[in-house]
């Protein structure tokens, strides 16, 4: 088996990826760095994102680090770590600035000041945008800054395995090439994990279909915890039937959401906020809406509420929401000028992920991880929109920078693996599956996907979620009999939904035993037999250990370091 070095690897090139390499190329220019990414690197799911970045650019004018900071802390139903959010709120102007430096076009105010919009939670207009379309000019832009730097090997369609550790430090890691069939190590002094989210358990969701949590669950079965995993956002604004994402500006602009009484019926669940309150509040609402009759039924018979912004007219949404327009034409042959978007909570976003201190830092000397695979902590029980793709410019600037330092330091690279350790793990790969197995990994992944949207949704009971866990167990006996009926190793997408078949349910697996643990509600964790957050019991962290027969849950404290809960009202 072949093996390559690089002093630093990154797997993932999204936002938090591409900013965490050009953090250590802009640090260490020597450091010889390597992206790892299952798709074409502009394929990352972070061009996906559409309505802005969270920053204060606007402090003469009434904003403040820390008004920033509560509306995080709120919004997180006090479940974040206060010193990790006053980190953020004040690393991320210069990110703004930054991306402005290398050629970003924000979008502008008449005075030439960088735009900033509404988003739901927030108590000032702080998401910073490029019109509909600020991942991709924000991925573009770090693109385009890392063509400045000769000192990056990039492996496109390349699959990431698995995380090679021993004594706990690392190693490398190993990975299959889609474009070759070559499976081959990589060893390296630090590794960056910034693989994103893994929405794609469920089957009505605004992700991606590359996004199945590869990264959470490489580091999982490597022995690092998962934290807090049982808080899956679900964002308000899903286009029915197929998912696809629309933005929460759109109500930042000035949307309505509207049931089938032609109320705006948000007055009854967040008076002072209305269709700008937090997502968790939104989403309840909706599906409350819809459960009492309130709803539409929408394409293929799913039922819906109806986003409205005819009333903004043809010039705001034309410059602010282009894309949003261009997406409900071609997917739903709606003009959005002259109809309203028929829209369903959809899964969106981890707040979880791999467990890391306040610099992103894991369990394990050498390795790192930022943007929505990792959690520091910063969105606590529920995420503000806008906030994400900042969490990824931040984490992935100090990640970066914390790991060209580390790699500085390290004269030698870490030993060799065991030659059969590797082979091993070529072995887990290509002969796991056969050609005469009795089960599909597509039924598998359609029946996980199906049960996750039933009994793992915005509404959850203990019930509903002891089902689930069964149903996992049954989907994990089922999967060693599934077929492949392509026995190459180039493009063998057979093999590859497999692999990400079992990846799911272990993720998956950690959502639920989290959830079922955590008898109370908490922003997007919301149970209907247990309606009431518990500050006493459950102000803490969930931290799930890989074990073969499911996780090991234990606890840490949250970080408090400015205010204590108090009652959550919009």
């Known amino acids: 088996m072949r093996t390559l070095k690089h002093d630093t690897v990154i797997m993932g090139a999204g936002l938090a990826g591409l900013r965490a390499a050009v953090e250590v190329a802009r640090k260490n220019p020597e450091a010889d760095i390597a992206i790892v990414s299952k798709v074409q690197l502009m394929r990352a799911h972070s061009v996906c994102a559409e309505g802005g970045s969270a920053a204060v650019m606007q402090s003469d004018e009434g904003d403040s680090y820390e008004l920033h900071a509560w509306d995080t802390v709120r919004g997180a139903d006090f479940l974040c770590d ?22 970003i076009p924000w979008s502008r105010r008449s005075d030439g000041r960088i735009n900033q919009r509404a988003f739901g ?60 069939g070559e499976f081959f190590f990589i060893q390296s ?52 039937p197929s998912g696809i994402l629309i933005t929460e500006a759109a109500r930042g602009e000035g949307g309505y959401l509207y049931n089938n009484k032609g109320e705006r019926f948000m007055e009854k669940y967040a008076a002072s906020k209305m269709e700008l309150a937090p997502r968790d509040i939104i989403a309840r609402a909706e599906m409350t809406e819809i459960e009492e009759g309130r709803g539409f039924t929408g394409r293929g018979g799913m039922n819906a509420i109806h986003l409205d912004l005819r009333h903004l007219g043809a010039d705001k949404i034309n410059e602010r929401l282009p894309l949003i327009r261009e997406v409900a034409i071609k997917f739903n042959f709606i003009d959005p000028i002259l109809e309203p978007i028929p829209i369903h909570p959809a899964a969106h976003y981890t707040m979880g992920g791999i467990h890391t201190n306040i610099d992103g830092a894991t369990t394990v000397e050498g390795i790192w991880a930022a943007g929505e695979v990792g959690c520091e902590s910063l969105h606590g029980a529920n995420r503000l929109g ?44 290509f002969n796991r599956f056969s050609l005469n197995g ?16 039933s009994k793992v949704g915005v509404f959850r009971t203990g019930a509903d979620l002891e089902a689930a866990l069964q149903k996992i167990k049954e989907y994990k006996q089922r999967l060693p009999e599934v077929q492949v009926k392509d026995q190459g190793r180039i493009y063998n997408t057979d093999l590859l939904y497999a692999l990400e078949a079992d990846t799911l349910l272990e993720i998956s697996q950690a959502v639920i035993a989290g959830a079922l643990a955590r008898t109370e509600s908490r922003g997007a964790h919301f149970r209907r037999d247990f309606k009431q957050r518990d500050d006493v019991n459950w102000s803490k962290h969930t931290l799930a250990y890989y074990t073969p027969t499911g996780p090991k849950l234990e606890y840490i404290p949250v970080v408090m370091t400015m205010w204590k809960p108090v009652e959550r009202k919009y």
């Open 121 to 180: 939670g927030h108590s000032y207009n702080r998401a910073t945008f490029a019109a509909d379309k600020t991942g991709f000019f924000e991925m573009q832009t770090l693109y385009d800054t890392l063509q400045k730097h000769t000192n990056v090997t990039r492996y496109d369609e390349c699959y990431a395995h698995s995380i090679i550790i021993k004594d706990k430090v690392f190693q490398g890691i190993t990975v299959w090439d889609l474009t070759t």
């Open 189 to 240: 002094k630090a590794l960056i994990i910034a693989t994103g989210g893994a929405c794609r358990m469920f089957g009505f969701t605004t992700y991606s279909l590359s996004a199945t949590g590869d990264g959470m669950a490489m580091a999982y079965r490597a022995g690092l915890p998962l934290k807090d995993m049982e808080f899956v956002q679900f964002h308000p604004t899903g286009l029915v």
């Open 82 to 103: 206060q010193d990790v959010v006053m980190r953020f709120v004040t690393a991320m102007p210069e990110e703004i600035r930054l991306l402005d430096h290398w050629g």
């Open 438 to 453: 009795k089960e599909s990994s597509y039924v598998i992944r359609a029946e996980l996907q199906k049960m996750m949207d």
């Open 386 to 429: 806008s906030n994400s793709t900042a969490e990824c410019l931040v984490w992935g600037k100090i990640t970066g920078e914390k790991a060209a330092e580390y790699v500085a330091k390290q004269k030698a690279f870490p030993p060799m693996p065991e030659e059969a350790k590797l082979k091993d793990e070529e072995a887990s790969v």
